[in-house]
């Protein structure tokens, strides 16, 4: 969940609320939904909250939104915006895997330290949200005064002024000197040897172009990956330059609003930049405000409370939303409620409704219990799973309960069988255990590299992690195991398995079969138990184990080899089959 | 007649014509006097031997009355050294004597309290006095203590008060029992007494040939520990689950099930989450290398989910300005929450369309792709519950977690408004931890989205809600490393010394 740090200070200064102490602020803004955290060590508060509110990114959204639930401010609020000067060009040669670009020019503004910072906070918590790290947006915020635009005016491309274009450049193309850095570099440059540029290397790594914007001087920003040094931005500028570039022009432009709404809380003026696509021109930034319909009905349905009309058109203007009641039909009433052009998460008349909790305090709901009629039950296998578990527990067995993720090593080597490739895929039915694995694709260590094949290898580094406990060790398992199996819909077959280890000075087959014979007696199952042959036991003391006329597992006494691997000094027999051979 | 070797014995060490203590009956036979005693009122129900009761005083002697038989008693060291010093004639000064005498610590308090009492002279402003004519030699309380000694009794039953009060004897009553042969008892010794023999195993062939009527049972220590048994028990985790599991049916809900490897259309795409959302990375859950995808959706209603995720759902709906491709859709996962198992459900695919009300519920295991740590694992059980109705409301939700969470001592529940993908409104739930109190995350909550509904034919409300049912385990038994108890690296002793819940 993102996580913004807020200067208590200037939060004071942008509400108005000079009165307010630091505890009370964080109370507020619990009442948000956002977490006090802690503090940076700048004396900052960190505030952590889930990411559907990405306009209160930083302290002027956070602000803003307080005001609204001081009844400081009702209703929508649209900054106004000065006609354009600047064009932003895009040509032909943008690479077609970042093909959209949006903007705005911010005049008059006034950057302390702390509103820098802000800012830039600003810029990377968006880059790391809606901008998915960059690679679905990303911003360049500009000095407007290093920016020479007037020769693209002269050639006429452009009823305004000034202009600037986005265009593909050679990765060895133009050069230029990049943040932090004294050197004139090509794109390709930056990628390679400037720090920033390794980071972000691979959102850019299959393009033929890269992304570049030039004015009339040359390259000045490398989008996504960094901006030039002539036009970075300091406390002593006056006007921006605020471009983003991106995959998809709705996100670019949602992010762009919510750096406009934070530049304008500090009093600055917006100034509108028209995008000269080939086909067509926008006029950005887009503060058209959305409309969204829902039924007095539906409000009072989803929150389970009654209220006034009136009292629904307050909460939703404490909300910063307008709206408008209307009679739609045999005395219905429907809002048409009005949303500005920050509000990303809005997408359906109920993210409305939500509002109207939140403004009228969902902890103020009575809770009731539902008035509806259901009759519960259990699930016939894990009934049975139940069942066969009393079994062992009966018999003396202590249920475990293992991962269902293993490594190789642990569910084949160490077992002493191997993994069956292709054709071999089939062993399972004559070797328990043999199966080909459902593999992970990234795995979080070696030790979880795909889901187990069978349960016996789990218990076994459960006896092994347990020698300095007492004996006997009679351990039992009910599980999950899996292998892949193309008849199935999802290519892995599932199954619910039965393991039982007894490790005793003196264990035998005879014990494990003993035990055995109670299980299947207890299903009214037919058991029988051919000699077999498995790598993991005893030749001459393995047996399938046969339930019902079919080969579901297998029983014996563990291989010594597989005693030594897993370090234990006494006797271990075994078993494992299918949960649904008792069914 | 035959009788158990000790009742044998002990008829045989009594007597007719005398009475005889149970220490002498002990002495005779080599049996313990608890024994002996058991073993005489046997002999009396029997009639052999009669039985005479008596209240006996015992006196012994304490640790300073021996001290004083070896020296003199204190007072009368005092007079002694009273008398060197001249006290007989005239008042000495106090200290002087109490120093010649060599008494120290509480022997001086002692002697100075029974000098006067005995009338051995007067202690008066720090003087002592000595009579002359006091007789320490014939001190009634020193002949008592060394007739004591000797074994005498007693009789002047001041005196024994006075020593009783000085703390130099002890006095205890106790009864004394006395036995006597019965004609019975001589009867039966001039018939013959055999001896029945003692065993030490009750055998099938004692049983049934009658035999144990006429052995006697070889004694065991009973106190002594037994050799450790440890049994069976059902894992702690699987109890917990079993409980919640209870308590769910109980409230009306049904189980599902399904799969562990499922497609990310069931586990994200029908959640409305976005493919591009920061969630779905292989970071947070587990994509399969082999296979690597479903075989087949269900066409329809890929195509309706598809449809929620670009264009939104109902009149004035958006959607998310993000790719949706049915590969990514195919892609199979480890699934990181059984939130999969409800969209397979309440797409009616599993056990056909559902009619409103209906309430189901699982818990079973997911896979995430977090930190290993003492608190979160690699795959953990979600508790997921949903009910389905016309035109519910969060106070419905908010009633329903109420009810549940009280079942395991959790109360004062707050709903804390969440963000979900996949809910409207959303909750993330906190309650007050029954032992210590504190308030604690419980759960993750809501109204599923008109986005996660219409696609899937559902036109009624639906609210759900998740849970870690180790965090429930965590809290119930208070556990600080949920690895001692899941997975292969569980240690067994604490699991058999789990105490049981219930």
């Known amino acids: 969940m993102p996580v913004v740090d807020v200067n208590p200070d200037e939060l004071r200064d942008l509400t108005g609320h000079d009165e307010k102490s630091d505890d009370e602020l964080i109370d507020d803004m619990f009442g948000l939904g956002l977490e006090f955290e802690g503090r940076t060590e700048d004396g900052d508060l960190q505030l952590e909250f889930a990411p559907d509110r990405l306009d209160r990114l930083s302290v002027e959204g956070v602000a803003r939104s307080l005001r609204y639930q001081y009844g400081d401010d009702r209703g929508v609020y649209v900054p106004g915006t000065n006609d354009a000067d600047w064009t932003i060009a895009v040509d032909e040669s943008v690479p077609d895997e970042r093909p959209y670009v949006t903007g705005a020019v911010i005049r008059d503004v006034s950057l302390d330290e702390d509103a820098l910072d802000s800012l830039i906070q600003l810029q990377e918590k968006l880059h790391a949200t809606m901008g998915r790290k960059r690679a679905k947006g990303a911003i360049g915020i500009h000095d407007l005064t290093m920016l020479k635009g007037e020769a693209a005016a002269v050639e006429g491309q452009s009823a305004a002024g000034n202009s600037i274009t986005y265009r593909g450049v050679d990765p060895d193309g133009d050069r230029f000197v990049p943040l932090d850095a004294d050197a004139e570099m090509t794109p390709a440059d930056v990628l390679d040897s400037h720090p920033t540029g390794e980071t972000y290397a691979d959102l850019v790594a299959e393009y033929d172009r890269y992304p570049a914007i030039y004015d009339d001087i040359g390259l000045f920003s490398f989008p996504p990956v960094i901006n030039g040094r002539r036009t970075e931005v300091s406390t002593d500028s006056r006007d921006l330059f605020v471009e983003l570039t991106g995959t998809d022009q709705w996100t670019i432009d949602r992010m762009c609003n919510i750096i406009c709404y934070a530049l304008d809380a500090r009093g600055a003026k917006v100034e509108a930049v028209e995008v000269e696509y080939p086909d067509r021109t926008l006029v950005r930034p887009d503060f058209e405000v959305r409309e969204k319909t829902v039924t007095h009905d539906r409000i009072e349905s989803l929150l389970g409370i009654d209220l006034s009309a009136e009292r629904v058109v307050d909460l939703l203007e404490r909300s910063g939303l307008d709206a408008d009641p209307e009679e739609v039909g045999d005395d219905e009433v429907a809002y048409t409620v009005e949303v500005p052009p920050y509000r990303v998460d809005v997408l359906h008349p109920l993210d409305v409704v939500d509002d109207v909790g939140r403004a009228y305090g969902f902890n103020d709901l009575e809770p009731r219990y539902p008035d509806v009629g259901t009759v519960g039950g259990r699930h016939d296998r894990s009934k049975l799973e139940d069942a066969a578990r009393e079994v062992l527990v009966g018999l003396g067995f202590e249920d475990l309960l293992n991962f269902h993720m293993i490594s190789e090593p642990e569910n084949f080597d160490r077992m002493r069988i191997s993994r069956p490739e292709g054709s071999d895929a089939d062993l399972d039915h004559v070797v328990t255990g043999a199966a080909e694995p459902a593999t992970i694709l990234e795995p979080y260590s070696e030790d979880y590299t795909m889901l187990r094949t069978w349960a016996l290898p789990s218990l076994m580094m459960v006896l092994e992690n347990n020698t300095h406990r007492g004996y006997p060790q009679d351990l039992a398992e009910i599980g999950l195991a899996a292998r892949v199996d193309d008849a199935e819909n999802t290519g892995v077959a599932e199954r619910r398995t039965v393991a039982g280890v007894l490790a005793r000075h003196d264990a035998s087959y005879e014990d494990a079969k003993a035990r055995l014979q109670a299980i299947t007696r207890n299903f009214d199952a037919d058991l029988e138990t051919p000699a077999t042959d498995h790598p993991s036991f005893i030749d001459g003391r393995a047996a399938a184990v046969v339930i019902d006329g079919e080969d579901v597992g297998v029983i014996g006494e563990i291989h010594p080899e597989v005693l030594v691997e897993h370090d234990l000094e006494l006797p271990v027999a075994a078993f494992e089959f299918r949960l649904d051979a008792l069914a | ?502």
Request: charged share 30%.
């Open chain 2, 1 to 502: 007649m035959k009788l158990p070797e000790s009742q044998a014995a002990v008829l045989r060490a009594a007597s007719a014509d005398e009475s005889r203590s149970i220490e002498r009956l002990a002495d005779e036979t080599g049996h313990k006097p608890e024994t002996v005693t058991g073993t005489v009122f046997e002999l009396e129900d029997e009639g052999l031997v009669a039985v005479k009761e008596s209240i006996e005083e015992t006196v012994t002697l304490t640790d300073e009355a021996r001290e004083y038989l070896d020296s003199d008693l204190p007072e009368v060291d005092l007079y002694e050294t009273a008398l060197d010093a001249g006290a007989d004639a005239d008042p000495v000064e106090m200290g002087r004597v109490i120093g010649q005498s060599g008494l120290e610590g509480p022997a001086v308090d002692i002697a100075l309290s029974n000098y006067a009492r005995k009338g051995y002279g007067v202690i008066e402003s720090g003087e002592i006095t000595a009579d002359p004519d006091a007789d320490p030699e014939s001190d009634a309380e020193a002949g008592a203590l060394a007739d004591l000694d000797a074994g005498e009794a007693v009789a002047d039953e001041a005196v024994l008060d006075q020593l009783d009060r000085r703390e130099l004897i002890e006095r205890d009553e106790s009864t004394v029992r006395t036995v006597t042969l019965t004609d019975a008892g001589v009867t039966a010794l001039m018939e013959g007494v055999e001896t029945a023999e003692t065993v030490g195993q009750l055998t099938p062939e004692m049983l049934t040939s009658g035999e144990w009527r006429d052995v006697e049972f070889a004694e065991y220590n009973v106190e002594a520990d037994a050799q450790r048994v440890d049994g069976g028990k059902t894992h702690i985790l699987r109890q917990t689950a079993n409980r919640v599991k209870d308590t769910l049916v109980g409230m009306g809900f049904e189980e599902m099930e399904g799969p562990h490897v499922d497609a990310e259309f069931w586990i994200n795409d029908c959640l409305f989450m976005p493919q591009d959302h920061p969630a779905r990375t292989h970071w947070d859950q587990f994509a399969l290398e082999t296979p690597r995808e479903i075989d087949e959706l269900p066409e329809e209603l890929v195509e309706r989910v598809r449809d929620a995720h670009r264009n939104g759902v109902g009149e004035d709906g958006e959607g998310y300005h993000s790719p949706w491709t049915e590969e990514v859709a195919k892609g199979v996962d480890l699934r990181g929450h059984t939130t999969s198992l409800s969209m397979r459900y309440l797409s009616g695919n599993e056990v056909g369309d559902l009619e409103p009300p209906q309430r189901f519920f699982s818990v079973e295991k997911v896979y995430r792709n977090d930190t290993l740590d003492p608190t979160h694992l690699l795959e953990f059980f979600q508790i997921e519950g949903w009910v389905m109705a016309e035109d519910l409301s969060v106070r419905d939700l908010m009633g329903t977690f109420e009810e549940f969470y009280a079942q395991f001592g959790i109360t004062d529940i707050e709903f804390k408004p969440h963000y979900n993908p996949y809910t409207e409104p959303s909750f993330e739930l906190f309650g007050t931890h029954p032992t210590t109190g504190e308030m604690v995350e419980i759960g993750n909550s809501g109204m599923f989205r008109e986005e996660v509904l219409e696609p899937l034919g559902v036109d009624c409300d639906v609210m759900a809600w998740g849970l870690a049912l180790e965090r429930l385990l965590m809290l119930m038994y208070g556990f600080e490393d949920i690895r001692d108890v899941h997975g292969t690296l569980a240690d067994l002793e604490l699991l058999r010394e789990t105490e049981v819940l219930h």
